[in-house]
C-alpha cells in the first residue's frame, strides 16, 4: 500500500466537485519547476499549456512564490526551495484511503526553531503595529524541525487515517516529500463557479461531549475569532472581485465550526462567477497567497511578518493541489503541513494575530496546532455494559443508548440508533425464549455505526459481597486522555490491573491520575464521606461520567471535587458501583 507512493512523481489531492474525492497521479508527463521569482509566470503558462492538451496538473506553489504576481508582497528568500513544483499526467484514478488496515509511525518529535521568548517579544511588536494603525491583523508563523523521517508515505497515510481532514495531499517531487494534512479550501472552482473557505478560530477539543459542545458553541459566538474571520472573508471577497462577474460574489455560512480530532476550527464560504476566459495566471495573480495565511490589509501584513519571522515558509501557508483539462481546479490552504527530506523534517504553525492577541496565548495555541503530528486513533468500539433481568427488562436502556450516541458523535464516528435498538431487541427476544433471569450484557459499536451484543450469565446481582475489599493501582491515568471519559473497548490498563488486583483477592481497583487526584475504578465510579458529606472525584480528574454515577450524585447530594488518596484512606465511608452492579461498601487496604 506504501510503496507505490514512493515512485518520484506521484501525488495524491482532494480533487473538485462533490463529495470528498482523492485522486491519485502517477507517472508524469513533463515535470515544472521555478526556483527564481521571474520562473514561476513561464512555469504557469508551461502548465496552462499542458491543460490544453488534455493533461492533468498536480503539485505545489510556495509562498515564497508571492512576488512573481505583485511585486508589493514581501517574503523570506527561498533559501534553494522551489517556488513552484508541478506535474502533468494523462490519467488519474480514484484514490481510497484504508479502513481495513493499521498503520503505524514511530511519533515525529519537533523542537520550534523560535524561542518562546522571542515569540512573545514578536507578537507584541505586532500588536503595537496594530495599535499604530499599520495593520488590523498578522499571521505569524515559524518552523517546527525534527529529525529525517525513514518513510514519509507511511506519515502521510497514518495521518489521513487518523486525522482525516477534506484537503490532505502528498507530493513526491524526488528529493522532497510534501505532506499536508490541511482542512482548509484555498480555491475550488466546478464549471465556473469558484469559491474559498477561509479559517479563522481555533479552539481545543474538551473531553466529555457536553463539554465539547459548549467550546464548539462559545467558539462560533466569539467575538474575538469572529471579528478576525470577518475580516479574512473581507480579503477574500475582495481578491475574488477582481476575476469574478460583478455582483457575483458572496460570503455564505459565515461562523461554521468544524471538528477535528484535536481541534475545532471556525470556517467561512465565499463564493463568486469566475469572468470568461480566466486563466490560472489570472486567478493566482488575484488571489495569491491566501488571505488567511498573511494578514490585513495583506500587503502591509506581508512585509512586517516577512521582517520577524526567521526562516521561509516554504511549501507551508502555500497551496497544494490539481487543475483539470476541463478547467476545474482544487488547491488547500497548505496548513498542517509536513516537508520531509533525507535531512530533516519541517512542520510550520503559527496564527493570527489581532489587537487583544495574548501572546502566552498564542504560543499555546501554536504548540496545540502541532499536537495532530503524533495523534493517532486507536482501534476501538464504544462500549455499554447493561444489566438485563427477566422481570425488569434492560436497566437504564434510554441512558445508555444516549450516553453511546454522544460518545460515538464526539470521535466522528457514524451513529446509527436502529442498527443499536434492532441489535438490543434481537438480544432481548432470546434473553426472554431462554432460562436465564439475570445477564450483563456489552453493546458495541462500531466506527461506521453497526451494532452488536453479547451477554454473560449472573446468578444474582449486586457485587456478593457486603464489604469489597479495595486496592490502590501504582499506574497512573493521564487526566488528558479523552478514553478516560468515554466507555470504549479501549481499556487496556483497566482491565490488566482489575484482573491483576482480582489474583490478588481484591474486588476493585482505584485509580490516580497525574497529579496524584483519584479517579474511578476499573469497573466502577468512587464515593466517599468525609466530614459527614458525600464527595466524588470532578469528571476533570479523568473518569468516565458513569450513569449509576449521576444517579448517586443526586440522591447524595453529593458534591464533585479533587480528592486525594488520603482522602480515601481517611474516609468515613467507601461506596463504589456501577449501573449493573449497584452500590456497595468499601475498605481501601493499603499493602
Known amino acids: 500500500m506504501v510503496d507505490f507512493l514512493k515512485d518520484e512523481g506521484t501525488a495524491v489531492c482532494r480533487l473538485p466537485g462533490k463529495g470528498r474525492r482523492w485522486g491519485l497521479f502517477r507517472s508524469p508527463v513533463e515535470t515544472f519547476s521555478a526556483y527564481k521569482t521571474s520562473e514561476v509566470l513561464p512555469a504557469l503558462k508551461q502548465?496552462?499549456?499542458?491543460?490544453?492538451?488534455?493533461?492533468?496538473?498536480v503539485g505545489f506553489i510556495s509562498y515564497e512564490a508571492s512576488p512573481a504576481f505583485d511585486p508589493a508582497n514581501r517574503t523570506r528568500k527561498p533559501d534553494g526551495f522551489p517556488l513552484l513544483w508541478f506535474s502533468s499526467y494523462k490519467c488519474f484514478s480514484e484514490f481510497h484511503f484504508p479502513n481495513d488496515f493499521s498503520f503505524s509511525h514511530p511519533p515525529v518529535s519537533f523542537s520550534p526553531e523560535t524561542e518562546k521568548q522571542i515569540y512573545l517579544k514578536n507578537v507584541r511588536k505586532i500588536r503595537k503595529y496594530i495599535y499604530d494603525g499599520d495593520i488590523y491583523q498578522a499571521n505569524y508563523t515559524f518552523r517546527m524541525t525534527g529529525e529525517a523521517q525513514g518513510n514519509p508515505e507511511l506519515l502521510f497515510l497514518n495521518l489521513s487515517i487518523s486525522h482525516?481532514?477534506?484537503?490532505?495531499?502528498f507530493i513526491n517531487a524526488g528529493n522532497l516529500k510534501i505532506i499536508s494534512n490541511s482542512p482548509e479550501l484555498f480555491l475550488e472552482s466546478v464549471s465556473g463557479r469558484i469559491r474559498s473557505l477561509p479559517m479563522k478560530g481555533t479552539a481545543s477539543r474538551a473531553a466529555t461531549f457536553d463539554e465539547d459542545r459548549k467550546v464548539a458553541e462559545d467558539l462560533s459566538k466569539d467575538l474575538k475569532n469572529r471579528a478576525e474571520n470577518i475580516m479574512i472573508v473581507d480579503m477574500v471577497?475582495?481578491?475574488?472581485?477582481?476575476?469574478?462577474?460583478?455582483?457575483?460574489?458572496?460570503?455564505?455560512?459565515?461562523?461554521?465550526?468544524?471538528?477535528?480530532?484535536?481541534v475545532h476550527q471556525m470556517i467561512s464560504e465565499v463564493t463568486g462567477r469566475l469572468k470568461p476566459d480566466t486563466c490560472i495566471t489570472d486567478i493566482l495573480s488575484a488571489t495569491f497567497p491566501p488571505a488567511s495565511i498573511t494578514g490585513a490589509p495583506k500587503i502591509r501584513a506581508m512585509e512586517i511578518i516577512s521582517g520577524l519571522e526567521t526562516s521561509p515558509r516554504k511549501a507551508y501557508t502555500g497551496s497544494i493541489g490539481c487543475f483539470m483539462p476541463d478547467g476545474d481546479f482544487c488547491l488547500n490552504v497548505a496548513i498542517r503541513t509536513f516537508i520531509c527530506s533525507d535531512k530533516k523534517t519541517e512542520l510550520g504553525i503559527g496564527s493570527g494575530i489581532v489587537a487583544d492577541s495574548e501572546p502566552e496565548k498564542e504560543w499555546t495555541e501554536c504548540l496545540m496546532k502541532s499536537d495532530f503530528a503524533n495523534f493517532a486513533k486507536p482501534d476501538f468500539k464504544i462500549l455499554e455494559t447493561i444489566l438485563w433481568t427477566r422481570s425488569k427488562g434492560f436497566a437504564f436502556l434510554k441512558e445508555h443508548l444516549e450516553r453511546a450516541q454522544n460518545s460515538q458523535e464526539y470521535f466522528g464516528q457514524r451513529?446509527?440508533?436502529?442498527?443499536?435498538?434492532?441489535?438490543?431487541?434481537r438480544?432481548?427476544?432470546?434473553?426472554?425464549?431462554?432460562?436465564?433471569?439475570?445477564?450483563?450484557?456489552?453493546?458495541?459499536?462500531?466506527?461506521?455505526?453497526?451494532?452488536?451484543t453479547e451477554y454473560s450469565v449472573l446468578e444474582k446481582t449486586g457485587w456478593n459481597k457486603l464489604m469489597l475489599k479495595i486496592k490502590l493501582s501504582r499506574k497512573k491515568t493521564d487526566s488528558k486522555d479523552v478514553f478516560l471519559y468515554h466507555k470504549t473497548t479501549n481499556r487496556k490498563l483497566y482491565d490488566e490491573e482489575f484482573r491483576k488486583a482480582h489474583s490478588e483477592g481484591f474486588d476493585e481497583v482505584?485509580?490516580?491520575?497525574?497529579?496524584?487526584?483519584?479517579?474511578?475504578?476499573?469497573?466502577?465510579?468512587?464515593?466517599i464521606l468525609k466530614g459527614g458529606s458525600w464527595l466524588t472525584p470532578a469528571l476533570s480528574c479523568g473518569l468516565l461520567p458513569g450513569i449509576w454515577r449521576s444517579k448517586m450524585i443526586c440522591e447524595l447530594r453529593t458534591s464533585e471535587e479533587r480528592i486525594t488518596a488520603v482522602d480515601v484512606k481517611n474516609a468515613e465511608k467507601i461506596i463504589i458501583g456501577n449501573s449493573v452492579r449497584g452500590k456497595a461498601e468499601g475498605n481501601l487496604i493499603v499493602r
Open 47 to 57: 502548465i496552462e499549456a499542458s491543460l490544453v492538451k488534455g493533461l492533468y496538473v
Open 164 to 169: 482525516p481532514v477534506p484537503y490532505s495531499a
Open 237 to 262: 471577497r475582495n481578491d475574488l472581485g477582481r476575476i469574478c462577474r460583478t455582483g457575483s460574489v458572496k460570503a455564505e455560512k459565515l461562523f461554521h465550526v468544524d471538528t477535528y480530532p484535536t
Open 415 to 425: 451513529w446509527d440508533g436502529a442498527k443499536a435498538k434492532k441489535a438490543i431487541r
Open 427 to 452: 438480544l432481548m427476544s432470546f434473553l426472554s425464549r431462554s432460562k436465564i433471569n439475570i445477564a450483563r450484557v456489552r453493546l458495541m459499536i462500531s466506527e461506521d455505526g453497526n451494532a452488536e
Open 510 to 527: 482505584i485509580f490516580q491520575n497525574e497529579k496524584g487526584e483519584i479517579t474511578e475504578g476499573a469497573i466502577s465510579n468512587i464515593f
